[in-house]
Protein backbone atom coordinates (compact mmCIF):
# COMPACT_ATOMS: atom_id res chain seq x y z
CA UNK A 1 0.00 0.00 0.00
CA UNK A 2 1.41 3.21 -0.65
CA UNK A 3 1.54 5.54 2.40
CA UNK A 4 -0.32 8.79 0.23
CA UNK A 5 -2.52 7.74 -2.26
CA UNK A 6 -4.47 9.73 -5.36
CA UNK A 7 -6.07 9.38 -8.46
CA UNK A 8 -4.13 9.75 -11.36
CA UNK A 9 -6.75 10.88 -13.55
CA UNK A 10 -7.05 12.75 -15.39
CA UNK A 11 -9.85 15.03 -14.03
CA UNK A 12 -11.55 16.61 -16.65
CA UNK A 13 -14.02 19.26 -15.65
CA UNK A 14 -15.49 22.42 -18.20
CA UNK A 15 -14.53 25.56 -16.55
CA UNK A 16 -16.38 27.23 -13.96
CA UNK A 17 -17.07 24.17 -12.47
CA UNK A 18 -15.93 22.77 -9.11
CA UNK A 19 -12.94 20.62 -9.62
CA UNK A 20 -12.64 17.77 -6.25
CA UNK A 21 -9.41 16.13 -5.70
CA UNK A 22 -9.18 13.43 -3.33
CA UNK A 23 -6.54 11.72 -1.49
CA UNK A 24 -6.20 9.34 1.52
CA UNK A 25 -3.05 8.53 3.73
CA UNK A 26 -2.32 5.28 5.57
CA UNK A 27 0.10 6.50 8.68
CA UNK A 28 -2.36 7.87 11.29
CA UNK A 29 0.85 9.51 12.97
CA UNK A 30 0.86 12.58 9.91
CA UNK A 31 -0.25 15.53 11.00
CA UNK A 32 0.40 17.81 8.60
CA UNK A 33 -1.55 17.82 5.32
CA UNK A 34 -0.20 19.54 2.29
CA UNK A 35 -1.64 20.29 -1.72
CA UNK A 36 0.87 21.42 -4.39
CA UNK A 37 0.41 22.48 -7.95
CA UNK A 38 2.83 21.62 -10.43
CA UNK A 39 2.58 22.57 -14.00
CA UNK A 40 3.90 20.39 -16.80
CA UNK A 41 8.07 20.72 -16.82
CA UNK A 42 8.02 23.46 -13.65
CA UNK A 43 8.56 22.62 -10.01
CA UNK A 44 5.98 21.98 -7.07
CA UNK A 45 4.47 25.01 -5.45
CA UNK A 46 2.53 24.82 -2.54
CA UNK A 47 -1.14 26.09 -2.40
CA UNK A 48 -2.55 24.76 0.48
CA UNK A 49 -1.62 23.31 3.88
CA UNK A 50 -4.27 21.90 6.43
CA UNK A 51 -3.30 20.66 10.23
CA UNK A 52 -6.69 20.33 11.87
CA UNK A 53 -9.85 18.42 11.05
CA UNK A 54 -12.13 20.38 8.71
CA UNK A 55 -12.43 22.65 6.05
CA UNK A 56 -9.99 25.70 5.67
CA UNK A 57 -10.40 28.07 2.54
CA UNK A 58 -8.08 30.55 0.92
CA UNK A 59 -9.45 32.13 -1.66
CA UNK A 60 -11.18 29.38 -4.27
CA UNK A 61 -9.03 27.01 -2.96
CA UNK A 62 -10.78 24.73 0.07
CA UNK A 63 -8.96 22.03 1.91
CA UNK A 64 -10.65 18.96 3.73
CA UNK A 65 -9.18 17.14 6.46
CA UNK A 66 -10.42 14.10 8.25
CA UNK A 67 -8.08 11.91 10.36
CA UNK A 68 -10.76 9.70 11.50
CA UNK A 69 -11.05 8.63 7.85
CA UNK A 70 -7.65 9.58 7.14
CA UNK A 71 -8.53 11.35 4.10
CA UNK A 72 -8.07 15.02 2.71
CA UNK A 73 -9.46 16.58 -0.50
CA UNK A 74 -9.03 19.57 -2.04
CA UNK A 75 -11.88 21.19 -3.87
CA UNK A 76 -11.27 23.74 -7.14
CA UNK A 77 -14.51 26.33 -7.00
CA UNK A 78 -14.92 28.15 -10.55
CA UNK A 79 -12.19 26.62 -12.14
CA UNK A 80 -10.01 28.03 -14.67
CA UNK A 81 -7.84 26.83 -17.88
CA UNK A 82 -4.80 27.93 -15.93
CA UNK A 83 -5.80 25.66 -12.86
CA UNK A 84 -4.58 22.55 -15.31
CA UNK A 85 -1.97 21.05 -13.72
CA UNK A 86 -0.85 17.90 -12.01
CA UNK A 87 -2.07 18.38 -7.86
CA UNK A 88 -0.03 16.59 -5.37
CA UNK A 89 -1.43 15.66 -1.95
CA UNK A 90 1.31 15.85 0.75
CA UNK A 91 1.53 14.61 4.06
CA UNK A 92 4.40 14.50 7.19
CA UNK A 93 4.75 14.04 10.95
CA UNK A 94 3.82 16.62 13.64
CA UNK A 95 7.45 18.10 13.95
CA UNK A 96 8.79 15.77 11.38
CA UNK A 97 10.00 17.03 8.00
CA UNK A 98 9.94 13.90 5.94
CA UNK A 99 6.99 14.63 3.52
CA UNK A 100 5.48 11.98 1.83
CA UNK A 101 3.75 12.76 -1.89
CA UNK A 102 1.28 10.64 -3.45
CA UNK A 103 1.91 10.16 -7.19
CA UNK A 104 -0.63 13.53 -8.32
CA UNK A 105 -3.84 13.99 -10.04
CA UNK A 106 -3.59 15.87 -13.57
CA UNK A 107 -6.53 18.38 -13.81
CA UNK A 108 -7.78 19.40 -17.16
CA UNK A 109 -10.26 22.25 -16.96
CA UNK A 110 -11.95 22.86 -20.35
CA UNK A 111 -12.88 26.24 -21.32
CA UNK B 1 14.40 37.93 -3.18
CA UNK B 2 15.74 35.20 -5.12
CA UNK B 3 14.24 31.57 -4.96
CA UNK B 4 15.70 28.30 -4.87
CA UNK B 5 18.12 27.42 -7.51
CA UNK B 6 19.10 24.17 -8.72
CA UNK B 7 22.17 23.61 -10.99
CA UNK B 8 22.98 21.82 -13.53
CA UNK B 9 19.27 22.06 -14.84
CA UNK B 10 20.00 18.93 -17.40
CA UNK B 11 22.72 16.13 -17.14
CA UNK B 12 23.28 13.17 -19.47
CA UNK B 13 25.90 10.83 -18.19
CA UNK B 14 27.38 7.14 -18.94
CA UNK B 15 26.29 4.68 -16.18
CA UNK B 16 29.36 4.39 -13.86
CA UNK B 17 30.07 8.48 -14.37
CA UNK B 18 29.87 10.49 -11.05
CA UNK B 19 27.50 13.74 -11.42
CA UNK B 20 27.59 16.36 -8.88
CA UNK B 21 24.29 18.27 -8.71
CA UNK B 22 24.01 21.60 -6.56
CA UNK B 23 21.38 23.59 -4.77
CA UNK B 24 21.55 27.18 -3.36
CA UNK B 25 18.63 27.60 -0.97
CA UNK B 26 16.91 30.96 -0.04
CA UNK B 27 18.76 32.98 1.76
CA UNK B 28 18.44 32.28 5.51
CA UNK B 29 16.33 29.36 5.40
CA UNK B 30 18.08 26.44 7.67
CA UNK B 31 16.02 23.55 6.47
CA UNK B 32 17.17 22.02 3.21
CA UNK B 33 15.60 18.92 1.52
CA UNK B 34 16.59 16.76 -1.23
CA UNK B 35 13.81 14.83 -3.46
CA UNK B 36 13.81 12.72 -6.43
CA UNK B 37 11.40 12.08 -9.06
CA UNK B 38 11.50 9.03 -11.52
CA UNK B 39 9.71 8.97 -14.07
CA UNK B 40 6.09 7.70 -13.40
CA UNK B 41 6.69 8.06 -10.02
CA UNK B 42 6.07 9.84 -6.83
CA UNK B 43 8.26 12.27 -5.55
CA UNK B 44 10.32 10.97 -3.11
CA UNK B 45 12.40 12.42 -0.22
CA UNK B 46 15.62 11.41 0.08
CA UNK B 47 17.10 13.80 3.10
CA UNK B 48 16.61 16.71 5.58
CA UNK B 49 19.38 19.51 6.38
CA UNK B 50 18.96 21.70 9.03
CA UNK B 51 22.14 24.17 8.89
CA UNK B 52 24.89 21.86 7.55
CA UNK B 53 23.56 18.78 10.08
CA UNK B 54 22.12 15.69 8.69
CA UNK B 55 17.94 15.37 9.93
CA UNK B 56 16.99 12.58 8.21
CA UNK B 57 18.75 10.82 5.31
CA UNK B 58 16.24 7.80 5.29
CA UNK B 59 14.92 8.12 1.96
CA UNK B 60 18.53 8.00 0.46
CA UNK B 61 18.77 4.94 -2.13
CA UNK B 62 22.61 3.47 -0.99
CA UNK B 63 25.98 4.54 -1.05
CA UNK B 64 26.03 5.85 -4.16
CA UNK B 65 24.95 8.92 -3.16
CA UNK B 66 26.22 11.34 -0.80
CA UNK B 67 24.81 14.73 0.39
CA UNK B 68 27.04 17.35 2.02
CA UNK B 69 26.02 21.07 3.10
CA UNK B 70 29.29 22.65 4.18
CA UNK B 71 28.84 25.54 6.14
CA UNK B 72 25.12 25.40 6.04
CA UNK B 73 24.62 27.41 3.01
CA UNK B 74 24.51 25.28 -0.30
CA UNK B 75 24.13 21.92 -0.91
CA UNK B 76 25.54 19.71 -3.08
CA UNK B 77 24.60 15.92 -4.10
CA UNK B 78 26.47 13.10 -5.88
CA UNK B 79 26.03 9.84 -6.82
CA UNK B 80 28.84 8.32 -7.57
CA UNK B 81 28.96 5.78 -9.96
CA UNK B 82 25.84 6.23 -11.43
CA UNK B 83 23.56 3.43 -12.47
CA UNK B 84 20.45 3.92 -14.90
CA UNK B 85 18.01 3.80 -12.45
CA UNK B 86 19.32 6.88 -11.07
CA UNK B 87 17.99 8.77 -13.88
CA UNK B 88 15.15 11.58 -12.85
CA UNK B 89 14.25 14.28 -11.58
CA UNK B 90 15.87 15.80 -8.37
CA UNK B 91 14.48 18.32 -7.16
CA UNK B 92 15.65 20.56 -4.26
CA UNK B 93 13.73 22.58 -1.64
CA UNK B 94 14.11 24.68 1.41
CA UNK B 95 11.74 26.11 4.12
CA UNK B 96 12.38 28.34 7.53
CA UNK B 97 13.45 27.08 10.81
CA UNK B 98 9.67 26.41 11.82
CA UNK B 99 7.88 23.32 14.15
CA UNK B 100 7.39 20.80 11.54
CA UNK B 101 8.10 21.32 7.38
CA UNK B 102 6.46 24.57 7.10
CA UNK B 103 6.25 26.02 3.16
CA UNK B 104 8.65 24.26 1.71
CA UNK B 105 9.88 26.42 -1.65
CA UNK B 106 11.11 23.78 -4.49
CA UNK B 107 13.89 24.44 -7.01
CA UNK B 108 13.21 23.96 -10.65
CA UNK B 109 15.33 20.52 -10.73
CA UNK B 110 18.10 18.76 -12.19
CA UNK B 111 16.98 16.35 -15.08
CA UNK B 112 19.36 13.55 -14.71
CA UNK B 113 19.47 11.11 -17.55
CA UNK B 114 21.82 8.21 -17.07
CA UNK B 115 22.83 6.20 -20.29
Redesign the interface.
Known amino acids: QKEVEQNSGPLSVPEGAIASLNCTYSDRGSQSFFWYRQYSGKSPELIMSIYSNGDKEDGRFTAQLNKASQYVSLLIRDSQPSDSATYLCAASNTGGFKTIFGAGTRLFVKA | EAGVTQFPSHSVIEKGQTVTLRCDPISGHD ?1 L ?1 W ?1 RRVMG ?5 LL ?1 FVKESK ?2 E ?2 MPNNRFLAERTGGTYSTLKVQPAELEDSGVY ?1 CAS ?1 QDL ?3 G ?7 TRLLVL
Open positions: NYYKEIKFHQDSGFSPGPTQYFGPG
